[in-house]
């Protein structure tokens, strides 16, 4: 008799896990995160005026105002939410991340930082340009990002500008705004800083030739003035040290032991800070 009791017991059980409110079938079924209401200020708006939300444990360890930022090399980052949202920034066909991102952004100012053939299982692939020279105007919602794009200029191969060819995208996530330079080629009018708005995390290219030259790049990031910055787009240690040697009388600089790093509000340096993920 004791067997029969047992196993009636463990189907009890399994019954009330799957019925559980995190079970995977809960999790499928919930409601995505309501859109607010529409903003006119800078970042943090739109996602990041939502109240916090309850994030299930699944979240392999995220708060609910944590960001992790992983370096995959060039200037493709992947940028994880809260609710695993995964965004892939300058998404490409010679780096790319392990996972499968939900949204990928790309600027085309050279073959590394755009695909012609992304993979069709993305949710949502930006292009930081348009074809008709237009700016790209992005401005998309997805559970708990907010994607937004701001246009600049790029030289073109024949030593003219390209105008709109490449894209600042802003991600807004939880409480944090992160900014991807992207293949930033001049200093930045006031409007384009204004349509930037308040920036926690910046990701700078610090190559000084391909991009922009390092004491404009350097005026670019005095002017946004980012508490956290992450160096990208190098391509030996001589390169990047160069930066950094002329950076380091004003801003700390830290080397992490790995290309990964969560971040939050609470946890951003006071004073302006160059954190160096491993690869280049």
């Known amino acids: 008799m004791a067997a029969p009791a047992f196993l009636i017991r463990l189907a009890l059980a399994v019954l009330v896990l799957a019925a559980g409110p995190w079970s995977a079938a809960a999790r499928a079924q919930a409601p995505a995160v309501p859109a607010a209401e529409p903003r006119t200020d800078s970042c943090p708006g739109l996602v990041a005026a939502l109240r916090p939300q309850v994030v299930p444990a699944a979240t392999e360890g995220l708060g609910a ?9 060039h200037a493709t980052f992947m940028i994880e939410s809260p609710r695993l949202v995964r965004i892939a ?19 085309h100012a050279h073959a590394t ?15 930081g340009w348009r074809d008709d020279g237009a700016p790209a105007n992005h401005d998309l919602t997805y559970a708990d990002v907010r994607v937004r794009s701001v246009a600049t200029n790029i030289r073109d191969w024949s030593g003219g500008t390209e105008k709109n060819g490449n894209s600042i995208f802003v991600f807004e996530i939880g409480h944090l705004c992160i900014a991807h330079l992207g293949h930033l080629h001049h ?21 000084g030739g391909y991009t922009l030259d390092l004491d404009g790049m350097v005026e670019v990031v005095r002017a946004i003035k980012a508490p956290l910055m992450v160096p990208m787009h190098y391509f030996n240690g001589a390169t990047l040290r160069r930066f950094l040697n002329l950076v380091s009388q004003d801003y700390d600089v830290e080397f992490a032991a790995t290309p990964t790093v969560v971040v939050s509000k609470a946890t951003l340096p006071p004073k302006g800070r160059f954190l160096v993920l491993p690869g280049h």
Do not use: C
Not at 89 to 100: E, F, G
């Open 113 to 127: 930082h755009f695909t012609d053939s992304p993979d069709p299982d993305i949710k949502f692939v930006l292009r």
């Open 89 to 107: 920034t300058d998404y490409n066909d010679y780096v790319r991340p392990l996972r499968l991102p939900d949204i990928a952004t790309m600027n």
């Open 187 to 207: 200093t930045l009018t006031p409007q384009q800083l204004s349509d930037i708005g308040h920036v926690d995390v910046l990701l700078v290219p610090v190559d």
């Open 65 to 73: 105002d944590e960001v992790r930022i992983t370096y995959v090399g």
